[in-house]
């Protein structure tokens, strides 16, 4: 406050001097008072310009693997023109899977004795400053291993993260990388906002006919929204926060190379808690509304497999 | 001419301009090392944002992307640009218009698309776009940068995905050279686009009408003017309110029992808000005809005959039209309608869609 107090009166003192430079030599006393009192602002300024000291301090790398798998097996995408349909949903519905994939943003890691790492965040329309943002999807393999830099050294215990990209990110407008949309982000654009969270496949027990947004025997379920309103309850807000604890604590330090595997389970996602998927009449997820059960079972469909020290 | 006589005056025994060249420079290099100082752009610079003082706060993300000469510039050449569409025949100037306010033809009630193709509502006016909270008749967008995206993605508009607009302009050299002078990057990207056709609407700001003028004290209204002021005051300003000319809320003003188009409802999923539309800003009025979403009415007096005898009921009709006795809609007399017309027409902004700032160039 002190400091932006102190910017506001030497703006007013600049525009005081500048007048009064047109009448320099006629009036020079107003002049050096001015410049005094500007003088004084100027010089005291310069106290906050000087940088705490800073503790040396002992950074690593910490990596976070996601691995997607479907119920105790393994998963993996085939092409949408594939007949085979080699997984069975919570209503014995066959199917295939042709995209899955998940923004992850807002990491943070913690740990016993109070470590904290959180992932810098940057929107900006420069791919090369969008910081914080990762689309992990299982049909890029690199999209899954997500390097944390300069993470603090200590023991760490805890990973939190958002799935989805929350309104923070959305009221900066466009941004460029991972949420461009000609770059493949998913952005929503007639409810301006990001898809969070997206499977498709399809299944013999979604209809046969095409519809307008959807092709035959699709399955597309598509999460997103988030936004919050006070005065409308009914909007839907399907960003969601995982808090996950490690099995074990692992150590960050600089010749040290930890990594977490976190397990995404697609069968907690459309078989979960809060939502079992009926492909015969849950096929075509485009919208909040439609998306905010299956989006409750993000909370636990994110489990940390195993840690590797 | 008066004639300045000097002499060099002594301070502390040093010749006093050595001493206000010496501070000078001392303030000078000083203050160049905190960025709290922002410069205050030139008040004739007319590439510089500036809010008029009587407008709420700026909703646009300046801080992302700061208005410049060279990015309104070429956000104006998108503007006026067809490749935005698929077949390169549709541009935003083709729905949005300066003489109109940047609203559509009247020949054109609903939008005109590629290959011809009808769109479903009317296009809106471009203006105070810097200080909206929600855009399109929906509120599906909440933020400026998004807004283009819906006209060139939409099927029944430009028809063009994305991706493909990147790619043919990062294949025109042209562009590619005023996107690498404006961002200084080496490839256009979405947000680069985006963020230029933002700078150029963020300008699009109309202040100036006639009732601007009444407002500062510049202006007496004409008696019918002004008598249609205090009916609007009255009958009007509940929704159409403060210096923007609408709540932005959503409301069902009466259109219709039934819904073709839910309106806010799509956005929300809420049955609440079926038939629900965005309340226009009333800047400009005159010359945005046809009228409502859906493009319903084509004069101001066949507005106002439907808010005093022609509304219809449905459940989500907005309770501001509930009458005591039963009836909908806002009770105003031939005469009364004449004179709020009258005012209306004060809210015309010419030197807004007379503004050299935002013609074509080539």
Redesign the interface.
Known sequence: MCCAARGVIQTVAYFFIFKILNMYLSNYKALCFALSILFVFSACRKEDDVPEPAEPQEFGTFDLVFDNVYGDGELSLVGTDDENFDYVNGNNQDFNITLLGYYITKIELTGPNGEYYADEMATSADPDEVKGFYHVLESDANSRTIRLNEVPAGKYDRVNFTIGVDADAVSEGATGGVLDPAEGGWLWNWDAGYIGFAFEGRSPASPAEATQWAPENAVQLHIGGWKDLPDNPSMVNNVKRNSIPFPSSVSVGERLEPNAHIEMNLLTMIAGPHATVDFSTTFSVHAPALGSEIAKNLATAFTVDHVHQ | MRK?T?SI?E?YGWP?HL??GG??C??LA??R??D??EP?PAPDDPYAFVAPANFPPAT??FD??PVSEAGFRLGKRLFFDPILSLDNTVSCNSCHNQSLAFADFPLHPVSIGVGGATGTRNAPQLVNLAFRREFFWDG???????VP??AI?NPVEMQEE??R???KLNADPEYSGLFGEV???NRI????L??AL?QFMALMISNQSLYDQHLAGEYSLEPAEARGLALFETHCQGCHSGILLTDESYRNNGLDSSFTDVGRE?????E??RGKFMVPSLRNVALTSPYMHNARFNSLQAVLDHYSDGMVDSPSLDPTFRREDGRLGIPLSETEKSDLIAFLKTLTDRNFTNNPLFFKEQ
């Open positions: 300045i000097f005056p301070f006093t001493l206000v501070l000078l001392l303030l000083g203050c090392s905190d709290q100082v205050l646009y993300t992302n992307n599906g967008a909440t933020h400026l940068d998004f995206l819906n993605e994305i991706g607009v990147i790619d961002f200084g990057q990207n979405t947000p680069q985006l963020h933002s799509l956005i929300t999923a809420y609440g808000d």
